[in-house]
């Protein structure tokens, strides 16, 4: 069995931080083990706009380590596990 070596918590959060409102691609582990490659952002843009439920749902997310990611080939919110992520650009 092959293992798949994955980033820190804390530099998939330094990246997060760094990319404001840019587009950014994401290689993660899925629950079921297999890999996913999505674009989108960690951040909206000014036309995406969020309620006040939206922003404690993020919030509560984040808490447990999920991050929201508004992928753009499938116009969704996403989630992914911070401690899951295999490559950031």
Excluded: C
Excluded at 11 to 33: C, E, M, Q, S, Y
Excluded at 49 to 69: C, N, T, W
């Amino acid at each position: 069995m092959t293992t798949i070596e994955t980033f820190s918590p804390t530099v998939v959060k330094d990246f997060i931080k760094g990319r404001d409102t840019r587009i950014a691609t994401v290689t993660f582990l899925k629950t079921d083990g297999s890999l996913r490659v999505a674009n989108g952002l960690f951040r909206p843009s000014s036309h995406i706009i969020g309620s006040e439920r939206g922003y404690k749902q993020s919030e509560h997310m984040k808490s447990i380590g999920l991050q929201p990611f508004y992928d753009l080939h499938k116009k969704a919110w996403i989630s992914f596990y911070l401690d899951r992520v295999v490559d950031l650009k």
